[in-house]
Structures are given as C-alpha cells and as structure tokens.
C-alpha cells in the first residue's frame, strides 16, 4: 500500500532553513499525475497547505508564504522535499507530506513531523 | 483565522446523529464540488473521510456523509459512536490559492 514519511531536523534556529524530505513508497511519483503536498498544523491550531509539486515537475505555494517555500522532485529516490526559508516560530509546527489526486483530496498522509524553530 | 469556518466544538451521544458546517465564500466552498473531510484523532496524520463533498474512500463507513448547500459545506455522522470522537476539518478547492481549510471541530461522543 502507499506509504509514506516525513524525515528531517526536529530543531531549526530562526532565520535559518527547515530542510524536510518526505519518501514515497508503494507508489511511483511519476506516474498517475498526483499533486505531492506538504501540509502543516502549528500546536493546537488547524491545518495549512504549504504547497505541492505535480509529478511533471510543476509547483504551487501558498501565497502566504511569501515566497519562502520551494519544493523539489527526486524521482530517483521516489522523494519530494520541503525547504522554507528565513522560519521564525510562527512556523513552529507538524509538517506532513500527503498525496493528492486532484483539487485537496488528500488520501495518503504521512505520519508527521515536529519542527521547532527556537535557538 | 481559518479560510473556512467550522464550529470549535460540536457533542452527541452514541447512536445519535451530528452534522458539523464549513462555510466558505464564492470563491470555494459556493463554487467547487471539491469539498473533502478529514477525521483527525489526537497524535495521528488525518485522514479522509469524504471526498467530492459526498464520495467515501475506500474502506470509510457509510455512517459518514456529505452535502452542500450553497456556501456551506455539512458533514454529518450517523449512529455515533466511542471512535468518532476525533477532530474534524473540511477544506475545499480554492482556485488560485488552490486549498483552504477549516479550522476544525472537536467532536465529543458524550
């Protein structure tokens, strides 16, 4: 079945990069024209699309954001990774890798990963 | 402040029936049919429950349903029960900023 897992830093200082890489397995990522996103719930809060990136290559991100976000493609390793620029502790939270077959259907979830920034 | 609006807090009893809202705007819920819920227990991933307002993944209970009614989205849950009591968000498909969601309802079986 389609699994897959968030791995990275636990600690990131503000003002630097949180680095997360989500591995896909059971499906292959260039196939089947899935949007592969990343989604974040800060502590008690609600969820927050981050962004994605389609199987051909094409990305979107949340305009909130600011333009922070960057999300790559590395269907050799059948991985997809987060990377968000300058964080500070509003970005403090759970980041989740899911697939989405269209329009935020997310169907398969990653099991999450807590990112502090803090120094 | 969540794009899309859900009560904070919604209880029932076993066997008995909820329906949680999700109200959004023109511009997702009252536009696109790509409304979809998700059942959220505390320390886990969510996970989806209803999609295109209505469809059920594979291997979700039919005690969950959906519908839409101009801006507003509803879940509802029939014949509650202990394992319901979860969180719940909707989102719905937003166009140009693609995915907005609730902020999400604390259901508690009584």
């Known amino acids: 079945q389609v699994q897959l897992q968030e791995s990275g830093p636990g600690l990131v200082k503000p003002s630097q990069t949180l680095s997360l890489t989500c591995t896909v397995s059971g499906d292959s990522m260039t196939s089947g024209g899935h949007y592969w996103s990343w989604i974040r719930q800060g502590p008690g809060k609600g969820l927050e699309w981050i962004g994605y990136?389609?199987?051909?290559?094409?990305?979107y991100y949340n305009p909130s954001l600011k333009s922070r976000g960057l999300i790559s493609l590395d269907t050799s390793k059948n991985q997809f990774s987060l990377k968000l620029t300058s964080v500070t502790a509003a970005d403090t939270a759970v980041y989740f890798c899911a697939r989405d077959p269209n329009g935020g259907a997310y169907d398969h979830w990653g099991q999450g990963t807590l990112v502090t920034v803090s120094s | 402040q969540s794009a899309l609006t859900q009560p904070a807090s919604v209880s029932g009893s076993p066997g008995q029936s909820i329906t949680i809202s999700c109200t959004g705007t023109?511009?997702?819920?009252?536009?696109?049919?790509?409304i979809s819920w998700f059942q959220q227990h505390p320390g886990k991933a969510p996970k989806l429950i209803l999609y295109?307002?209505?469809r059920w993944p594979s291997g979700v209970s039919n005690r969950f349903s959906g519908s839409k009614s101009g801006n507003t989205a509803s879940l509802t849950i029939s014949g509650l029960q202990a394992e319901d009591e979860a969180d719940y968000y909707c989102?719905?498909?937003?166009?140009?900023?693609?995915?907005?969601f609730g902020g999400g309802t604390k259901l508690t079986v009584l």
């Open positions: 990136i389609h199987h051909r290559g094409s990305t």
């Open positions: 023109n511009s997702d819920v009252g536009t696109y049919d790509l």
């Open positions: 295109e307002v209505k």
């Open positions: 989102s719905s498909y937003a166009g140009s900023t693609y995915v907005v």
